[in-house]
């Protein structure tokens, strides 16, 4: 019986890595995907996206529509890549050992 315990405990455990894996993964790939789907792109702000719907006359630098633009235009810094992996990992993780 400890084995078989032992056996599930290492497969929750794995199942738990994998989750937060492959969501650090995907939050890496699609990031970029989703800023160029609403409409930061290398080009700026694409006419009739949603983010030129948002975006105002008065748009504040440090705002969250200008880093996304930012983003949009020359890409995510190293730093900003290994937050977002970091923390999608650990919520993938955390929401698949809440879940296990």
């Known amino acids: 019986y400890i084995e078989a315990e032992a056996i599930m405990d290492m497969y929750s455990a794995v199942k738990i890595a994998a989750v937060g ?46 880093l996304c633009q930012s983003a949009g235009v020359v890409g995510l810094a190293a730093s900003t890549k290994a937050g977002i992996c970091a923390t999608a990992g650990a919520v993938g993780a955390g929401i698949s050992a809440i879940l296990k």
Do not use: C, E, M, R
């Open 21 to 66: 894996t492959a969501s650090a993964v995907g939050a890496l790939i699609g990031g970029p995907v989703v800023l160029g789907v609403v409409g930061f792109t290398k080009a700026g702000v694409a006419a009739g996206s949603i983010a030129a719907a948002l975006q105002t006359p008065a748009t504040a630098a440090g705002s969250v529509f200008a």
